[in-house]
């Protein structure tokens, strides 16, 4: 019975917002390519969805490895971590606290292997 009221009540909302010429969705993707140097200075860490930049946890000279945290945003009223995809030194941090990332931006870059 609950599904049942759930379901209703979300076909009541879908269509109140194609009445209103709204969208029901949006599609995320991916960044079409990896992230790539910025300005040439090394690889990066790279937002993985569109937020604001709730904590950065990254400072520059800072050794990382793959899988630790550079940076927390907060979408949609959740903390998604930003992790590292590779080991390596932080060379410059690109993002402050409270900004707005999209997704594919740049958080930190690396120094060059």
Not at 49 to 71: F, H, Y
């Amino acid at each position: 019975a609950f599904r049942a009221r759930r379901e209703a009540a979300f076909a009541r909302e879908r269509a109140a917002w194609q009445e209103a010429g709204l969208t029901a969705h949006e599609e995320v993707t991916a960044p079409a390519a990896p992230p790539k140097a910025h300005d040439g200075e090394g690889p990066v860490v790279a937002a993985s969805l569109p937020g604001i930049v709730w904590r950065v946890e990254a400072a520059p000279g800072r050794t990382i490895q793959a899988g630790d945290t550079v940076a927390v945003l907060e979408a949609m009223k959740m903390e998604i971590p930003v992790l590292a995809d590779r080991d390596g030194r932080i060379a410059r941090v690109l993002v402050e606290e409270g900004q707005m990332v999209e997704a594919g931006e740049a958080i930190v870059t690396l120094e060059a292997a």
